[in-house]
């Protein structure tokens, strides 16, 4: 008896069941995952009669035959279909357990919040921000949900996605609890940030200027001086600064720069930043006092003294 190339299963080569059908509730995604699977496999022959969508009354059905997908050994189709189901979960279901995360077990209601709750959590889940440790990565969790799927239609002939996503993929859902903790964190020392911007924005609107032009040296020990070379004393500093502009409250009163400097209100400032470690600083204080601030490479910091003189 003759076979076809195609039709010829080497015993190394064949892995499982060769019939696959997945129940799902949710007749869209269903055809999500199907649209996907026949984008995905389009290299391959025969993938439309192989990959087909049946509706019943309750459910929609998702059936594909591996044994008539033509091109690759069965093992690496099967991989490339476990490779769709992943990235077709991780689309529709990371920002659904999420938000359900954030809502259900840390109470956030509003929807602005919960939204920019996500998107901190996307960036620190996707490694964006990799300076916040995380006890598991995206590269990590998507591999052990490949891997879940692909063992998993090796051996399986039909399964309730819905059921699949409730009991196989729960620990998926709770990995993500440390992800959402850690970007609550991000998100409140970023609303902190943005309130004490529109603070200190709100206090130079409504205050003259005390100095006209302040000169911030950010060396190891900052120092800030008047436009006649004379230091602003700590007594000074602490007679103008208001409760409101306290921001730095857990540093010495002489490495403070936000509070005095808004509570100075000054039209102009110069900032010398000779070390790189101040490089946030000279952000917010560009941010809080915009066309205000000149900064000086130390090259130029002769040219300004002598027109200063």
């Known amino acids: 008896m003759n076979y076809s190339r195609d039709a010829q299963l080497d015993l190394h080569d064949w892995e499982g069941?060769?019939?696959?059908?997945?129940?799902?509730k949710d007749s869209s995604l269903c055809e999500a995952f199907y649209h996907q699977l026949l984008h995905?496999?389009?290299?391959?022959?025969?993938?439309?009669?192989?990959?087909?969508?049946?509706?019943?009354?309750?459910?929609t059905n998702l059936?594909?035959?591996?044994?008539?997908?033509?091109?690759?050994?069965?093992?690496?189709?099967?991989?490339l279909v476990a490779t769709v189901l992943t990235n077709v979960t991780i689309k529709k279901f990371l920002p659904i357990w999420l938000e359900e995360c954030i809502r259900g077990r840390f109470y956030f209601e509003d929807q602005y919040e919960v939204g920019a709750?996500?998107?901190?959590?996307?960036?620190v889940f996707f490694n964006e921000k990799p300076d916040v440790p995380l006890k598991t990565n995206f590269i990590e969790w998507q591999k052990e949900l490949f891997m879940l799927y692909y063992?998993?239609?090796?051996?399986?002939?039909?399964f309730s996605f819905d059921s699949f996503i409730i009991f196989r993929l729960r620990k998926f859902k709770l990995q993500l609890v440390d992800v959402v903790e850690k970007a609550i964190d991000e998100y409140k020392i970023e609303h902190d940030y943005q309130v004490m911007l529109n603070t200190c924005r709100e206090f130079l609107r409504n205050h003259e200027s005390r100095i006209d032009t302040i000169?911030?040296?950010?060396?190891?020990?900052?120092?800030?001086?008047?436009d006649s070379g004379e230091s602003i004393s700590l007594q000074q500093i602490r007679n103008w600064l208001t409760r409101d502009l306290m921001f730095e409250d857990p540093l010495p009163l002489?490495?403070?720069?936000?509070?005095?400097l808004v509570c100075i209100a000054p039209k102009k400032i110069f900032?010398?930043?000779?070390?790189?470690?101040?490089?946030?600083?000279?952000?917010?204080?560009?941010?809080?006092?915009?066309?205000?601030?000149?900064?000086?490479?130390?090259?130029?910091?002769n040219t300004v003294n002598l027109l200063q003189s």
């Open 271 to 301: 900032i010398y930043p000779h070390e790189n470690e101040y490089d946030g600083l000279v952000q917010t204080l560009l941010s809080i006092f915009e066309e205000r601030v000149n900064i000086v490479d130390k090259e130029d910091t």
């Open 17 to 24: 069941l060769l019939l696959l059908t997945i129940q799902f």
């Open 63 to 79: 059936s594909i035959n591996f044994s008539t997908i033509l091109g690759g050994g069965m093992s690496q189709r099967k991989k």
């Open 117 to 123: 709750i996500i998107e901190h959590a996307r960036e």
């Open 215 to 226: 000169h911030v040296y950010l060396n190891e020990n900052i120092e800030i001086q008047d």
């Open 151 to 158: 063992h998993f239609i090796k051996e399986a002939m039909h």
């Open 40 to 59: 995905s496999l389009s290299t391959y022959g025969g993938v439309k009669k192989s990959i087909s969508i049946e509706k019943t009354e309750q459910y």
């Open 254 to 260: 002489s490495q403070r720069v936000i509070g005095p």
